[in-house]
């Protein structure tokens, strides 16, 4: 059997995954039915899958605590949950509950841990490993949350620059909080 993987990221309308400087945690719309639905996404047993810059990020923005938003129910619960880290930069002990480094590719670790794990595998961000992924027809689920915000001036991360080409279908969408879309696809590569 192989477990699903699911790529979930956050963007903004324009197709950044943050913005440099103003807006702060999730463009400041969050609201919550977001983070109910995030702490329900992320209490379901699965294993989370990231690349180093990820891992460096999320550890960082946790130690620091400036942001808000690392206090929310749903990072905490994400926090706790076992985790991959492929990685073949990093060296000595991850700051992460229950977290193994893997060396090597991220293509030929996360097909075998498709073939091994028994829970769903899930990434949030992880936008270059992740766009590799895709290319080698490993994600079985794109995860979008939307906010209504363009940060065409402030905008960073983009999340598909330099992907391949796509055909999306929609397996899922909601709002949340009267604003916040949510769209869940199943992508395979455009021929």
């Known amino acids: 059997m192989t477990a699903t993987y ?19 945690g999730y463009w400041g719309k969050q609201g919550p039915e977001l983070l109910e639905h995030r702490l329900a996404v ?28 690392v206090h929310d129910a749903w990072v905490t619960r994400l926090h706790q ?23 090597g590719d991220a293509v030929d670790v996360v097909a075998r841990l498709k073939q091994e794990s028994d829970v ?35 905008g960073s991360s983009p999340i598909f620059r330099g992907a391949e080409d796509f055909d999306l279908e929609l397996l899922e969408s909601r709002t949340l909080d009267g604003r916040t879309q949510e769209l869940v696809y199943r992508p395979t590569l455009h021929a």
């Not at 294993?47 to 810059?53: E, P, Q, S, W």
């Not at 492929?86 to 060296?91: D, F, W």
């Open 42 to 69: 992320y209490s379901e047993p699965q294993r989370m899958v990231l690349g180093a810059n990820t891992y460096r990020d999320f550890t960082h923005l946790l130690a620091a605590g400036d942001e808000p938003t």
């Open 120 to 154: 769903p595998l899930r990434s949030h961000g992880s936008l270059a490993m992740n766009r590799a992924l895709m290319a080698a027809g490993l994600v079985d689920r794109v995860y979008v949350t939307l906010f209504p915000v363009i940060t065409g001036r402030t």
């Open 6 to 24: 699911t790529f979930d990221f956050f963007t903004s309308l324009d197709g950044f995954g943050t913005a440099v400087s103003g807006w702060g």
């Open 81 to 103: 949950l076992p985790a991959t880290v492929v990685s073949n930069t990093l060296e000595g002990e991850l700051d992460w509950p229950d977290a193994t480094l893997v060396r």
